[in-house]
């Protein structure tokens, strides 16, 4: 992976079935549920834990951005196995940005979008 950059924040991404459909949670480090969204006040380095309890093979491919050129996430990098994706995250532009999680199965070739989780930039 990628250097830390100042702060680290783990997110564990959950995605199950419920009648055939993903479904999407979010857990903190802590352990505790969460909206899957992060505040960042400093420069960090935010990671995201694949736990595919879907038995369809699951892998970060990416993460799609409604706003791409906003300046919120400076670069994302992936795991070779496609369990863990990271943003990089220098924390210069306030505001909030949204994405979708990108990922394929081992079923078909079809991609699967999350919902949008959001950084939300708050520089000090």
């Known amino acids: 992976m990628s250097e830390n950059y100042g702060q680290a924040h783990y997110i564990k991404v959950t995605v199950a079935l419920e009648n055939g ?3 999407f949670s979010y ?6 549920e969460c909206p899957g969204d992060i ?3 400093s420069a960090s380095t935010i990671t995201y834990l ?4 879907t038995d369809k093979g699951l892998k ?3 993460a799609g951005f409604l706003t791409p050129f906003d300046g919120i996430i400076d670069a994302i990098t992936l795991s070779s196995d496609g369990k863990l ?3 990089i995250d220098l924390d210069h532009t306030p505001g909030t940005t949204k994405f979708q999680f990108i990922l ?3 079923t ?3 991609m699967i979008l999350s919902p949008d989780p959001e950084v939300i930039n708050v520089p000090d």
């Open 21 to 23: 459909e993903p479904i």
């Open 27 to 32: 857990t903190n480090a802590e352990g505790a």
């Open 85 to 87: 994706l990271q943003m």
């Open 60 to 62: 970060f491919v990416s």
């Open 108 to 110: 078909n070739t079809l």
């Open 39 to 41: 505040t960042v006040t």
């Open 50 to 53: 694949l736990d595919d309890q």
């Open 104 to 106: 394929t199965n081992s």
